[in-house]
């Protein structure tokens, strides 16, 4: 996860990331498809207004769930119960109740895509795991070895495309899916594991044993803004499902 330079990065992840979860719960109790539609709605307004979104970054990143958002659509609906028949043929029966039903869930999912890409594109993953250890009070050893893990992601895709070019160079070629995977996941999990232990003892160097009383670079805070958002978009929320039919 990395930071834009929007209004939603300044606010407190942990205080973002509930406020967004509680949203996703609400979304579950939802069986109308123009309100989950207009929550959904509301994220993107969110993110194109406060987010730093563009819509060709929006549209970039949710394109390659709209097959499988169409595809659990028809099969909602096509095999579905109800009694407004809409169309019906062979083993295939669409009915306005599951059409909507099909709908809702499409929507739902995207809307928790959608929601879900709101937090991370606005979030530091280090100023998240330092408010993980703050406001939600997480142990500091789960907290630095899940951000140790995260920053292990770029370090394998790049080593990945080293081994790739390296087995290009040299001639390689393996049409058996599985011969290369192994042949790739062998040397990415042998370094992984001389990248941790090397990690653990630079820690350990350094005084790290793990415990609560110690000194922090970056200690987030709570402040005034980070629940005019929480209250605002819960209000907003509850508003559409009131009043939305």
């Not at 309100?35 to 709605?41: E, G, H, K, P």
């Not at 879900?116 to 795991?129: E, V, W």
């Not at 630079?202 to 005019?228: C, H, N, W």
Request: net charge positive; with cysteine.
């Amino acid at each position: 996860m990395k930071a834009n330079d929007s209004f939603l990065a300044t606010l407190n992840p942990s205080c973002k990331l509930l406020s967004h979860l509680i949203v996703m719960f609400l979304l579950m109790t939802i069986s109308n498809p123009k309100v989950t539609f207009w929550i959904w709605f509301l994220a993107v307004l969110i993110g194109t207004l406060i987010g730093g979104w563009r819509i060709s970054y929006l549209l970039k990143r949710l394109l390659p769930y709209v097959g499988f958002f169409i595809l659990i659509f028809w099969m909602m609906a096509a095999f579905g119960d109800g009694e407004e028949t809409v169309w019906k043929w062979a083993w295939f029966h669409i009915t306005v109740e599951s059409m909507n039903h099909g709908l809702t869930i499409a929507l739902r999912m995207l809307a928790f895509v959608t929601y879900g890409l709101l937090f991370t594109s606005t979030t530091d993953i280090t100023l998240f795991i330092m408010s993980l250890i703050h406001q939600c009070k997480l142990s500091p050893k789960w907290a630095y070895g899940l951000l140790a893990g995260f920053r292990f992601i770029p370090l394998f895709q790049s080593e990945l495309t080293q081994m790739k070019i390296a087995h290009k160079v040299r001639g390689y070629k393996q049409k058996n899916g599985w011969k290369a995977f192994m042949r790739y996941s062998l040397p990415l999990f042998t370094q992984g594991i001389r990248k941790s232990e090397r990690i653990a003892i630079a820690m350990e160097a350094r005084g790290f044993t793990g415990t609560r009383e110690r000194s922090y670079y970056q200690t987030p805070k709570i402040v005034a803004k980070d629940l005019v958002y929480l209250l605002s978009l819960l209000m907003v929320v509850v508003g559409i499902i009131i009043f939305v039919e």
